[in-house]
Each structure stands twice: as structure tokens, then as C-alpha cells.
């Protein structure tokens, strides 16, 4: 159920507005499903999936806004869930920057960040791909850890004042690490894309190698300045 197309999410959100009682009622909606694998000592160690959905609901009365979760979608659980969002909000204090939920939009053009070649990636195709990372490992005689997962996910919003907005994605994440023998080189590499067919596997494992090699015997220096040329994945902030 983690995954609902654009009707049976609106269904299930107009579900939740008839419940409501507020001046103002807004219901968002998200689902994931994917996977992972990963690795490590060149032999794979874990492999999982992903399966979940949640629902959020936002009550206002007058400046007021109180919020619930919730994981459950038969019609009693998300009555209560209503009615305890509406509680929250009376007794929470007044917002005075508090802004209307938005009316009704006009989205022209669909986001392009789903892949269906990316959401059809199984358990079978992401231990393929691990299998080109330990390779390049053992060619080199060196230790692979890393990991790969993919995920597909929608998101979908729905308001009392007319708003319905649906959208999905996918995503593929790979990461490697690879060490020498005696422990004193180390090579890193990291990948994210929407569209599996831009991912190579191998080739980033390849550079991840030539790193550990090139790092081999490292020595220390002394403090000063020094220039340096970082890859994009130094910029990424977790």
C-alpha cells in the first residue's frame, strides 16, 4: 500500500476532509518503497526493503493549528485522527503569523523526476551491480564496503479550500569505499541519481581504487596552506 496512484490518493484524502469539522483542514500523504544492499570485506552482508506510508492532517481554527500522523487508513482510525488534530489545535495558542492554506493551483508541467526504469529495480538487479563493485575490488586486491538503495516515493497534498497537488519520484544512491591490504590507503566514491541508466557501478568503484591507491604510504605535512581540488560530493551537507 506504500505507493497509491493520483486517484486512489485523492479518494483516501477526500476521505479524511469529510471528517473534518475546522474552519480549515489539510491532509498530506507519502509513501516510499525501494530497497538496499550492502557490503562490506568484498562479501554482501545485509540486503532489506523498504515499504511505508503516512499520513499527516492539519486542523485550524481561527489561528489555531494543531497536526496528527498517522499509519492507519481505515475510516475509524482516521476519524480519530481528525478529531484529535481539531483537539490539538484549541488547545494550542494563537499563530499571529499564521497564513491561510492555499486554494486551488494549476500545476502545467509534471516534475520530471520519475523514472519507471528506476522504480522496477528488484533484489536481483542491485546485487548485479554490487557484484562489478567487489569485482573491481578483488582485481586490485583491495577491501570493498559500501552500499546501494533505491527508493520510488510519492507525495500528495489536499486542503479544504480546493488544493490537490500529486507528485512521484525515484532515486538511486551508491556509495563505495575501497582500502588496501596493509590499511594505509583508502578511496571513496558516491553517485545519486533518478535514472538508473546513469549510474555506472563499476566506474565509480574504479575511481574509488585508483584512490586507494594513489593514497597508499600517505605521509604527514606540516600546517600551511595548500591547494586543493575537492569532487561535489565534499559540498553535500547531510
Known sequence: ????????????MQKVLSFSKADECQVSLNGTAGGNIRYALNSVSTSGSLNQMNLGIGSVFGKKLGITTINEYDDASLEKAVRRSEDLARLAPENPEFMPFLGPQTYDTP????VAQTAAINSKLRADMVQQSLQVSR???????GFLENSTTFYALMNSHGLFAYTTNTAVN???TL???DGTGSGYATKSYNDISQLDVAGSSKI???KAGQSAGAKAIEPGKYTVILEPAAGIVT
Open 174 to 176: 551508491f556509495s563505495v
Open 111 to 114: 516534475a520530471k523526476t520519475y
Open 208 to 210: 574509488a581504487a585508483w
Open 139 to 145: 582485481d586490485n586486491k583491495l577491501a570493498a564496503a
Open 1 to 12: 500500500m506504500a505507493l497509491l496512484t493520483q486517484d486512489e490518493a485523492r479518494t483516501l
Open 179 to 181: 582500502r588496501t591490504e
